[in-house]
């Protein structure tokens, strides 16, 4: 089946630091990757669609200037928390989508992102 | 390599019907199942199972962790058109640092 390779998994950083995390699909082409931000025993939050090749889609309230996402090409998705702090702290998960349209979404295994 | 394998892929059934949707999992350490239901971008978290053989119930959903076999079914009665989702498992782990495992889902057409 397809696979989503997510990578850093985990990541300890100092307040003021920007981190990079990629998403990349390993045997397929992802048209659209989704980035979200998950806090225990809740629903993933949305955070933004990334199209290949274009401008990523935030969702209200979340700060394009603060986690930027780039959609390079077909395979890789990267989110840079810039200047994080510790409330940004959180576990980030990234999904790929094959088609435009599809319901059908395969997910990374997250990273978990502390800021000291 | 860790798994999480879902059955049915796909399903239609009635309003009314009941339906199970199985999930089985290989994983390191495991730490809980997590079932979400996704209707558009973002899957809304239903249920995360711990403990084996202790059911989980939100009105007409339910769902229950078997440790020994390393499964969970998630159980749906009454259905309804609105139920109609991909129901996606989760298993996460344990071990320094947090890490999920999806299984692919399965996609429940309820028609009237």
């Known amino acids: 089946g397809a696979v989503v390779s997510q990578h850093p998994s985990w990541v300890i950083c100092k307040s003021g630091t920007s981190v990079k995390i990629e998403c990349r699909s390993l045997?397929?082409?992802?048209?659209?990757m989704f980035w979200y931000r998950q806090f225990p025993k809740q629903s993933l939050m949305l955070m933004a669609t990334?199209?290949?090749?274009?401008?990523?889609?935030?969702e209200q309230g979340v700060e394009k200037d603060k986690f930027l996402i780039n959609h390079a090409s077909l395979t890789l998705s990267t989110l840079t928390v810039t200047s994080a702090h510790p409330e940004d702290s959180s576990f980030y998960i990234c999904?790929?989508?094959?088609?435009?349209?599809?319901?059908?979404?395969?997910f990374g295994s997250g990273t978990q992102l502390s800021v000291l | 390599e860790d798994k999480v394998v879902q059955s049915p892929l796909s399903l239609v059934v009635h309003e009314g019907d009941t339906v199970t949707l199985n999930c089985s999992y290989e994983v390191t350490n495991f730490r809980s199942l997590l079932w979400y239901k996704q209707e558009k971008k973002a899957p809304t978290f239903l249920f995360m199972l711990?403990?084996?053989?202790i059911e989980k119930k939100s009105g007409r959903l339910s769902s229950i962790l078997d440790k020994k076999e390393l499964f969970s079914i998630l159980n749906i009665t009454a259905t309804q058109t609105g139920d109609s989702a991909v129901y996606l498992c989760?298993?996460?782990?344990?071990?320094?640092?947090?890490?999920?495992?999806f299984g692919i889902g399965t996609k429940l057409q309820v028609i009237p």
């Open positions: 045997d397929f082409q992802a048209t659209t």
């Open positions: 989760a298993v996460e782990e344990t071990g320094g640092y947090q890490k999920v495992t």
């Open positions: 990334s199209n290949e090749g274009s401008k990523a889609t935030y």
């Open positions: 999904s790929a989508s094959d088609r435009e349209g599809s319901e059908k979404l395969f």
């Open positions: 711990t403990s084996s053989g």
